[in-house]
């Protein structure tokens, strides 16, 4: 008997006389036998590792009819189940299958993925590492999807990773600065959400629950924030990946077939605690206390300068950071931006204040205020200002908040100085949504901004002068 059948007949054996009588086949199947022990062990069969010349011998020597059956396992890390052959004789014929073998509560679990030859050993073992490992090892229910895939059309649908990377693409090319958080929570970050889900897996297969293990374990050790966050941007990369294939003013879609019938996310509820609006707002003298802290700080990072200018101007972090020698018109004390958050064109006169930051900064050879700091070429990222908030709280024990709460400062602190709520919205760039507001008034209101800025540099320079109470 070659070693073929020899594995094959102690399969067989193994059903009828147990370990306790295992060592009567030698130490070469006690040395396979060992390595097969735990929960996903296959207790029938001493193979450890898949192989063509197995898989024939198997089917060759399939047990009779009845409810007998031989299975081969893959090898495979703890926890990430097994790619298993189940071979059994029919009325008519051997049936050759392969499943995913999984534990859930010490129960064994099986999944079909398809059948031998049809699927041979190489597509089952991508199959099962790129389709079904990844929800085992994350603790949810491998999902039967064959019958669905054995009859796909469309061979050349996404994977999750390629709709990730074309969405943050697309915010790129929009020049939109939420794309460096979007990379980082989709692709890049240690947990990012393309390996939690499956990279290689088809994106139009993904369900909420290959979704749900990865927030719930977000939300469960107390990344509120992030478990949002990580939602909404898989939620923004399918509704994306949704549109994409439909698009016709893009020509590179013309032809491609993304295979993304429905968001998975859009089942997923949101989370109401995460996204609670702030109250929080800078006091006078809290205002006063950080200006004065930025200046004796500048030193340390040019960021501090970019925080004055919210201070003083009560603008969006992400129009500060890009701040340039295009931006400043110096002749005409301005700030314009051709396209900022709202898809609009910004235009803001300059208090006393911060023109005098903007005159103390030296922008770089790129012509940049805030450059990034290993991309010169580029602004700083948003967040920058984050960390230098974060240190003066860390330094000084003062209250917590956050770079956005400056802008709300500024509003609250504007409308105490005498500025209209009206003059208020058009120096911070809230858009208005009124038809003649949005398509008829192209007036640049550049008077009325003066007028007003003019109100708010007397009121901040009381502010800094330690004269208006709290």
């Known amino acids: 008997m070659n070693t073929l059948n020899s594995a094959v007949f102690c399969a067989h054996r193994w059903r009828t006389i147990g370990p306790a009588r295992a060592g009567l086949f030698g130490p070469y199947w006690q040395q396979n036998l060992q390595q097969a022990k735990g929960p996903t062990a296959n207790k029938g069969n001493p193979f450890s590792m898949l192989t063509e010349a197995g898989i024939k011998a198997a089917i060759r020597h399939a047990p009779g009819s009845g409810r007998a059956q031989t299975i081969i396992k893959d090898a495979g890390p703890r926890g990430a189940g097994r790619l298993a052959l189940v071979v059994r004789s029919l009325a008519?014929?051997?049936?050759?299958?392969?499943?995913?073998?999984?534990?859930?509560?010490?129960?064994?679990?099986?999944?079909?993925?398809?059948?031998?030859?049809?699927?041979?050993?190489?597509?089952?073992?991508?199959?099962?590492r790129n389709e079904y490992a990844p929800t085992i090892l994350r603790g949810a229910m491998p999902k039967n999807k064959y019958a669905r895939?054995?009859?796909r059309k469309n061979g050349s649908a996404v994977t999750v990773r390629e709709l990730f990377t074309a969405y943050v693409k697309d915010l790129k090319r929009q020049d939109k600065s939420a794309s460096y958080t979007a990379e980082r929570v989709l692709l890049k970050r240690e947990d990012n959400a393309a390996d939690m889900i499956g990279g290689d897996r088809i994106a139009g297969d993904i369900e909420p629950e290959d979704i749900m293990p990865m927030l719930t374990t977000a939300h469960g050790r107390g990344t509120i924030a992030m478990a949002h966050s990580m939602r909404s941007w898989i939620h923004s990369a399918y509704s994306f990946g949704m549109r994409a294939e439909n698009d016709y003013t893009q020509a590179g879609n013309a032809g491609s077939k993304w295979g993304i019938k429905h968001n998975p996310v859009s089942a997923i509820a949101t989370d109401p605690n995460a996204s609670c609006p702030s109250n929080r707002y800078l006091s006078p003298s809290e205002l006063r206390a950080f200006w004065l802290w930025c200046e004796q700080n500048e030193y340390r990072t040019n960021l501090c300068g970019a925080l004055l200018l919210m201070m003083a101007t009560g603008q969006r972090v992400q129009e500060i950071v890009r701040v340039s020698v295009e931006t400043y018109v110096k002749r005409e004390s301005l700030l314009e931006w051709g396209k900022t958050k709202n898809g609009l064109p910004h235009c803001i006169p300059l208090p006393a204040q911060a023109l005098a930051v903007l005159d103390g900064l030296r922008p770089n050879v790129n012509g940049l205020y805030f450059p990034h700091r290993w991309?010169?070429?580029?602004?700083?990222?948003?967040?920058?200002?984050?960390?230098?908030?974060?240190?003066?709280?860390?330094?000084?024990?003062?209250?917590?908040?956050?770079?956005?709460?400056?802008?709300?400062?500024?509003?609250?602190?504007?409308?105490?100085?005498?500025?209209?709520?009206?003059?208020?919205?058009?120096?911070?760039?809230?858009?208005?949504?009124?038809?003649?507001?949005?398509?008829?008034?192209?007036?640049?209101?550049?008077?009325?901004?003066?007028?007003?800025?003019?109100?708010?540099?007397?009121?901040?320079?009381?502010?800094?002068?330690?004269?208006?109470?709290?």
């Open 149 to 151: 895939r054995l009859h």
């Open 375 to 470: 991309q010169p070429d580029k602004p700083a990222l948003s967040t920058g200002p984050n960390k230098v908030v974060h240190m003066y709280i860390e330094e000084t024990g003062a209250r917590p908040f956050v770079p956005r709460d400056i802008r709300r400062t500024w509003k609250t602190l504007g409308g105490r100085a005498g500025i209209s709520k009206e003059d208020r919205d058009r120096l911070q760039n809230h858009s208005k949504s009124d038809v003649s507001s949005r398509h008829y008034d192209r007036y640049d209101y550049i008077k009325e901004k003066r007028a007003a800025v003019k109100k708010w540099q007397a009121f901040l320079s009381a502010i800094l002068a330690g004269e208006v109470k709290d």
């Open 92 to 128: 008519t014929r051997v049936a050759a299958e392969w499943y995913a073998v999984y534990f859930r509560a010490g129960k064994r679990g099986l999944t079909k993925i398809g059948t031998y030859p049809d699927i041979s050993l190489a597509d089952a073992r991508e199959k099962f």
